[in-house]
């Protein structure tokens, strides 16, 4: 059960032509018997589909005659509800977000509803750069509050803090209060990122000493010295241990600073300073710069100025430093956590939970590790067919709006179906007080009629024919039959040509009198109900029986109650849930031109072309109950 | 294994072939050749005209980590993901299908029935090892939602205009890569799919060039060495967070049907798979090696959310017992070793195996360098547990595969004969020494034997420092996600690099086989002698 029964679905048509693997055509092409892969088969929907090689020609074939299983574990990313669905007028084709490409419009705060300008996305990391932050307890919005609510009510003075609404977290819990209730992101991020500048001067430190070490108009004695220098250092030089482990982000910074000044080390040659990526500005350019003038010069072999340089090309090293973003894992570090863990202030809620923790740093285990999370932006977005780039999506940029310059939405194409169950006293002359089947508790093998009603809301008459197996596929075997399973849908033409035309309006007419003559009895072959744009039709429904539960009989085993059965049901994927494949296959003639359907050119045929689409749907009619 | 080789090393590389196929950005590892300088020299110009990927790259590339239960995704040049999205059940649910926000999540409340503990995790995870098992096309569909989701969500990008970078462990099954890899071809535009392995980028995102990498993943547990960026060497083992949180699972059923009187079959797990990842997320823990039972240091106990039922009561739980999964299923105690299959050794041994297959001169310089990454390595203790293990099992052992009573009665007599020869081979600061314990009769020279070479190798280098060998360190990395930004940054192009056009038209056959193969160097379009049309998968070949 995916919504409130009774409900309706649609499988997009893409999910029948598989994901191609080039690998799988070479195979077939190679293969004797050749198959035309542009057909599209319906998927095979188990793995028993899956496995490759010879089979892959004849499974194809049996492909066709397989029927749409709604439980299959794959139908579950191919079905839509019929409003999420779009239409291709260039493919004539319904499309879902499998089959479209997107293309974003504009980003915008959900928050404060600014739109953020393409430049700035990215450097305020897909997140609001403004005051909108979430609780990282309970996701909930923050607001900025002053700490001293009382004072005078025209100047209220700081310190801020961004306090939850909803679980009365403030930053004051993990000890930030802000100086200013604006731009509390880089205030933020500055108490954030308080410790990483002193490692980042150490580090670019570093690697300023190791530049001028290898700088070959360095002296010798001054390498030397060097030398001596880092000998000293070095055996120290896990640098104070008492200092607190940098963050994730510093250190990332520190490697990298790391390997770009490795890397422009160990190639200083002559020749790739043009090819190289990094540009001048990078620490090892103007070593490369003069290492031209130097090395590459045959008088400088010569006179032993860079022979060393040229004898052996330098190595690069891995880091060695706290500074250059090595970390070495402190002896019984997690003792304390363990302890904290264990420790009765921490507890259940002292632990920040997997939810808590996704979006924050790797780092964080308790909960005052967790720091308020800028809100994440949104984005608009145009979509394409992906197959022939046709705009089917294309909203207004502007945040605050909600309207679309372009939408092809497929409930203008498809007939919208909806379902409803038929009373049970068809007799009674006051339908809304028939009983209708709960559809909650269906009782299995006691047959109940539904109704499938399919509105039309094209400009165009159009012919359905609808199909189903008659036994749904699965472990609960419900028989289904459609009583009228052709049929045609009137257009969805203007409602005053209607009224205007008056009783000469077939249609109408033949909806009031049917309408009227067959709310009776369910009859095979006959419509029931008939409208303007739209057709009812009844379904024959005998729902199955749940396996092991008493209506089926078997009772063998007593201690099984109902409830097991309906629990175990529901556990496996819903399988007491009865849901109808049904394919629905449908044509009209549509005017070859199609902007111009509204003029009424009904008169000339002759442009008139006739299109197809069909489509698997599944019913969600209601849930079989265990016993009879 | 040697395969997979980030190109961070390759100017210096005395390989020639090596440092071709390596560098992008083309350094020639020896520039004093003539030929060279004329080859470099076009590259600078082709670099400036040639319209492929170097203009391309300008977009910063995203980078996925996929694994069996989380992808991660972001930016390259972030030190962290900017997403990581589950495979779970509730992202597997129809269009439409609100119930996840109605009901709670599916798993975080008392399942109506026990499962088996197999199935039970199976909902999870988005494949399995063995691909025999694995609907891929469910794995494609499952990975074109979660990717799509992740640039609409979060990466707010539009999707295949950039440059992809996927991060893999290194042995894949070929359906699996092959799925994965079509799947994102034909779904989006991405020009080019660069590979690099997890292990690899794990050593890069510790600042190391060799390193032992443990990855305590979902499904498995691996220990690659990595020498020189190079994988040389790789173990697995299925104890791994799986069966931990199987484990984890059983303990919280035994706990619900204590109160309530329900006794299930002992392999059947009657909890909610997301409310048992939650409690082992937060509490599971390693004992310290020496942790005495006696002691009452941990007695306390702790109140989580009930496992009959979840939503409302609460119940009290002994600190301890939450170390129980951990001992019983990563480190195996009580379980001795020769009654273990070769898959299921525990995290130490399979520490020490890794470390024993090992060359002795890559062994001194990995196991200075165990890096611990993937979801295990964040219960608290168990990093420091597993290196005491290992440890006191080259304490015992030496470096030696062989075990067993002739063994120690041999050593015994030898003992007794010369105790000061022993004692050397025993002590973990020979790396070298695997040769003593096999055959211990050969008298060392106590003063250790002064190796000329080596002292002038020393005294040549002076400036470079003295590689940290041959004792047990670990060194935290900051994951392979980090490394592969960190890698992309740094612009140094992975050896497997897959071209839109030639996977889509022969897949992944189209790879060479061949392992020296060069990589088809894009920014030295002019010189290129080679085929260009071939590509190779190297590692993952």
């Not at chain 1, 089959?99 to 897909?126: A, H, K, Q």
């Not at chain 1, 002759?606 to 016993?627: C, F, H, N, P």
């Not at chain 2, 060497?233 to 619900?256: D, F, P, V």
Request: glycine share 6%; aromatic share 6%.
């Amino acid at each position: 059960m995916s919504r409130p029964f009774p409900y309706t679905f649609i499988s997009c048509p893409c999910a029948d032509t598989p994901v191609p693997d080039p690998a799988r055509k070479r195979r077939s092409r190679e293969s004797p018997q050749k198959q035309s892969p542009q057909k599209p088969a319906p998927r095979p929907s188990t793995s028993e589909g899956e496995k490759k090689g010879l089979a892959a020609g004849q499974q194809e074939d049996e492909d066709d005659e397989q029927t749409f299983d709604p439980r299959s574990p794959r139908s579950d990313f191919s079905l839509y509800p019929p409003e999420q669905l779009l239409y291709c007028e260039e493919c004539h084709q319904i499309k879902c977000s499998r089959c479209i490409t997107e293309e974003i419009v504009s980003w915008y705060c959900p928050s404060c509803l600014f739109e953020t300008p393409s430049s700035m996305v990215r450097s305020d990391g897909n997140r609001c750069g403004r005051n909108c932050f979430n609780c990282p307890v309970c996701t909930a919005p923050l607001a900025v509050s002053t700490i001293e609510n009382a004072t005078g009510n025209g100047t209220q003075q700081g310190p801020w803090v961004l306090s939850c609404g909803y679980c009365l977290w403030t930053t004051l819990d993990i000890g930030i209060k802000f100086d200013k209730p604006t731009n509390i992101r880089s205030q933020l991020q500055k108490m954030t990122d308080a410790t990483p500048p002193a490692a980042f001067d150490r580090s670019r430190q570093a690697s300023r000493t190791l530049e001028s070490l290898k700088h070959p108009l360095s002296s010798a004695a001054s390498v030397e010295e060097h030398a001596r220098d880092r000998d000293v250092d070095q055996p120290t030089p896990k640098e104070d241990p008492a200092a607190p482990p940098m963050s994730t982000d510093a250190r990332f910074a520190a490697l990298k600073n790391f390997y770009r000044a490795q890397i422009a080390e160990t190639s200083n040659s002559p020749n790739d300073h043009l090819s190289s990526d990094f540009g001048f500005s990078s620490p090892g350019a103007l070593n490369r710069l003069m290492s031209l003038y130097t090395s590459s010069s045959r008088l400088g072999g010569l006179y032993g100025g860079s022979k060393k340089a040229k004898s052996k090309p330098p190595v690069m090293r891995e880091a060695l430093t706290a500074s250059e973003g090595l970390c070495i894992a402190p002896k019984n570090g997690e003792a304390d956590i363990i302890a904290r863990l264990a420790s009765p202030e921490c507890g259940w809620e002292g632990v920040a939970s997997l939810e808590q923790r996704a979006a924050q740093s790797p780092d964080a285990r308790f909960v005052e590790d967790l720091l308020p999370l800028p809100v994440l932006l949104r984005t608009k977005r145009a979509k394409r067919c992906k197959s022939c780039k046709h705009i089917l999506v294309k909203p207004e940029t502007k945040p605050q709006s909600t309207r679309f310059r372009i939408r092809l939405i497929a409930l203008s194409y498809i007939p919208l179906p909806t379902l409803c169950p038929l009373a049970f006293s068809s007799s009674s002359s006051l339908p809304t007080m028939a009983p209708t089947p709960d559809l909650d508790s269906l009782v299995p093998l006691r047959p109940i009629h539904v109704l499938l009603t399919l509105k039309n809301h094209m400009f165009d008459p159009v012919r359905i024919t609808l199909a189903t197996p008659p036994v749904t596929p699965g472990r609960v075997a419900t028989k289904v039959t459609v009583l009228s399973p052709q049929f045609e849908i009137g257009a969805n033409s203007d409602v005053w040509d209607e009224a205007l035309q008056g009783a000469s309006a077939p249609l109408s007419s033949d909806s009031k009198s049917a309408g009227l003559g067959q709310r009776g009895v369910p009859e095979a072959g006959k419509v029931w109900d008939k409208g303007r744009n739209w057709t009812t039709v009844v379904l024959e429904v005998v729902p199955g029986t749940l396996p092991g539960s008493s209506a089926e009989g078997g009772d063998g085993n007593p201690e099984t109650t109902d409830e097991d059965v309906v629990a175990v049901a529901a556990s496996k994927k819903d399988e007491d849930v009865l849901e109808i494949p049904v394919f629905v296959h449908m044509d009209w003639d549509a005017d070859a031109q199609l902007d111009q359907q509204n003029l009424g050119k009904s008169s000339r045929a002759d442009d008139k072309v006739t299109r197809e689409l069909a489509y698997w749907m599944v019913l969600g009619v209601g849930r079989i109950q265990a016993s009879l | 294994m040697a395969g997979d080789t980030s190109p961070i090393n390759a100017s210096k590389r005395t390989s020639a072939t090596s440092s071709l196929r390596h560098s992008q950005t083309t350094r020639p590892a020896s520039p004093h050749t003539p030929q060279q300088q004329i080859r470099s020299g076009s590259t600078s110009f082709a670099s400036n005209t040639s319209p492929s990927s170097s203009f391309r790259s300008e977009d910063d590339a995203i980078i996925f980590e996929i694994g069996a239960r989380w992808l991660r995704a972001g930016f390259e040049g972030n030190s962290t993901p900017a997403c990581v999205v589950g495979f779970g059940p509730e992202d597997s649910r129809r269009a439409g299908d609100y119930r996840g926000w109605i009901q709670g999540s599916a798993g975080a409340a008392r399942l109506p029935q026990p499962i088996a503990a197999e199935e039970w995790a199976q909902s999870h995870e988005l494949w399995r090892l063995d691909s025999r098992e694995v609907d891929l096309g469910l794995v494609e569909d499952k990975i074109e939602r979660a990717v799509r989701e992740t640039y609409n969500q979060f990466l707010l990008t539009d999707a295949g205009t950039t440059r992809l970078v996927l991060v893999l462990p290194s042995l894949m099954p070929h359906p699996l890569l092959s799925s994965l890899l079509s799947t994102l071809f034909s779904r989006w535009r991405f020009s080019s799919v660069t590979l690099l392995s997890s292990a690899t980028m794990s050593a890069t995102a510790a600042g190391l060039r060799s390193a032992l990498v443990v990855d305590l993943g979902w499904a498995e547990t691996t220990a690659t060495a990595i020498y020189e960026y190079r994988e040389i060497s790789t173990k697995k083992t299925t104890r791994a967070m799986k069966h931990l949180m199987q484990e984890t699972g059983r303990l919280l059923t035994g706990l619900a049907s204590n109160t309530e009187d329900n006794a299930g079959t002992a392999d059947e797990i009657s909890v909610g798979l997301a409310y048992c990842e939650e409690i082992a997320s937060r509490f599971s823990w390693c004992k310290s090696k020496n942790y005495e039972e006696s002691s009452n240091k941990f007695n306390q106990t702790l109140a989580i959310p009930s496992p009959a039922n979840p939503e409302q009561e609460y119940m009290d739980v002994p600190f301890l017992r939450f170390a129980e999964p951990t001992e019983k299923v990563l480190l195996a105690s009580g379980i001795p070793e020769h009654e273990m299959d070769d898959e299921e050794r525990s995290l130490p041994l399979l520490v020490y195996n890794t470390l024993l297959s090992l060359p002795p001169d890559a062994r001194g310089t990995c196991m200075a360098r165990i890096v611990f990454v993937g979801g295990g390595s964040r219960i608290p203790g168990l990093r420091q547990r597993v290196l005491d293990e290992v440890s006191s099992m080259i304490d015992r052992h030496g470096w030696s595969p062989i075990r067993g009573k002739a063994l120690e009665r041999q050593r015994e007599r030898l003992e007794q004969l010369k105790l000061s020869s022993q004692r050397a081979s025993s002590q973990p600061e020979v790396p070298k020494g695997n040769g003593e314990a096999a055959s211990p009769d050969t008298p060392l020279p106590d003063p250790p034997e002064i190796d000329f070479v080596e002292q002038k190798l020393r005294r040549q280098n002076r400036d470079t420092p003295v590689p940290v060998q041959g004792v047990l360190r670990e060194i935290e990395s900051l994951g392979p996600w980090a490394g592969a930004s960190l890698t992309t940054t740094l612009k140094i192009r992975g050896m497997v690099e897959i071209e839109r056009e030639k996977f889509l038209q022969h897949g992944l056959a189209g790879a060479t086989r061949d392992i020296d193969h060069p990589v088809p160097d894009r920014r030295s379009g002019l010189r290129s002698g080679g085929d260009r049309s071939s590509w190779t998968l190297a590692g993952w070949a």
